[in-house]
Nanobody
Framework: VQLQACGGGSVQAGGSLRLSCAAS????????MGWFRQAPGKEREFVAA????????YYADSAKGRFTISRDNAKNTVYLQMNSLKPEDTAIYYC????????????????WGQGTLVTVSS
């Protein structure tokens, strides 16, 4: 599956952004989808994941209550709605796909998009 993330940009603290990740190449509805991020000088980390049907979601503690992952299988797209953004959310955000169940381990995701930059200023 090929993944294309977009929607990043610059926003002030407290603002919102919605990231999108469009998939192509294989039936989107068979993939668990995840969002990860890599801040400057830090390792890439898990943000959120959603099951193939959308019935289950899983969030990193840093994302709980502020971010919402969702998907539209008819549009082959997964979203990450980010509210109450903080400067520490500044990172390159990546979407990823896997065929196994929901989880947060990067090594379990074989397919990755190119990333979209989110910058949050104070």
């Amino acid at each position: 599956v090929q993944l294309q993330a977009c929607g990043g940009g610059s926003v002030q603290a407290g603002g919102s952004l919605r990231l999108s990740c469009a998939a192509s190449g294989r039936p989107f509805g068979s993939y668990t989808m995840g969002w990860f991020r890599q801040a400057p000088g830090k390792e890439r980390e898990f943000v959120a994941a959603i099951s193939a049907t959308g019935g289950s979601t899983y969030y990193a503690d840093s994302a709980k209550g502020r971010f919402t992952i969702s998907r539209d299988n008819a549009k082959n797209t997964v979203y990450l709605q980010m509210n109450s953004l903080k400067p520490e959310d500044t990172a390159i955000y990546y979407c990823a796909a896997k065929t196994s169940g929901i989880g947060s381990l990067q090594r379990d995701y074989p397919s990755w998009g190119q990333g979209t930059l989110v910058t949050v200023s104070s």
